[in-house]
């Protein structure tokens, strides 16, 4: 008889675990759609438009593009100056931008500008492989002591190339 009421515990404590955890996913969600828990760096909605200087030009972005750009800037992950240096790399061939402006409603321009490009880790086959080269950039309202470092290989490079064509 103590066997069958220590199973029917076990299944009342992991019921309520389950029921705990949508409780918690469904305040998540609830948080994020009304605007309680910020952005990471940037809120879509506080962006009145994006140029990227390449070659001295600048070029605007579409609203897909700005959103994307977002989207990428909101995942940048601090990394030191001192692991920038041990795992820099060329920059690829394409790669001309010498700056991103971005253009908010409620706070001054906010200027990006790429310092380097470093291989995911610090291994010789990473550094010649040009699918694992991330750009890293400085934003010093950010980051003041430190650079960022895009969280997806080649995906910023990609976005803005396509701003300004080949």
């Given at each position: 008889m103590a066997k069958k009421n220590t199973g029917t515990k076990f299944t009342l404590y992991m019921t309520v675990a389950v029921l705990a955890g949508f409780a918690i996913i469904l305040a998540m969600n609830a948080i994020s759609?009304?605007?309680?828990?910020?952005?990471?760096?940037?809120?879509?909605?506080?962006?009145?438009?994006?140029?990227?200087?390449?070659?001295g030009k600048l070029y605007t972005l579409n609203f897909t593009q700005q959103n994307e750009l977002v989207e990428i800037l909101n995942r940048l992950i601090p990394v030191g100056k001192d692991i920038v240096e041990k795992r820099k790399v060329d920059a690829p061939q394409e790669s001309q931008v010498s700056k991103i402006i971005i253009y908010r409603f409620n706070a001054p321009d906010?200027?990006?500008?790429?310092?380097?490009?470093?291989?995911?880790?610090?291994?010789?086959?990473?550094?010649?492989?040009?699918?694992?080269?991330?750009?890293?950039?400085?934003?010093?309202?950010?980051?003041?002591?430190?650079l960022l470092e895009e969280?997806?290989?080649?995906?910023?490079?990609?976005?803005?190339?396509s701003t300004y064509g080949p």
């Open positions: 759609m009304l605007g309680i828990a910020p952005s990471k760096y940037l809120s879509p909605n506080d962006v009145r438009g994006v140029a990227v200087e390449h070659s906010l200027e990006i500008i790429p310092v380097a490009y470093v291989s995911k880790t610090t291994s010789i086959m990473a550094k010649q492989d040009s699918n694992s080269i991330r750009m890293v950039l400085s934003v010093p309202e950010w980051n003041q002591n430190g969280s997806s290989s080649d995906e910023l490079q990609k976005l803005l190339s």
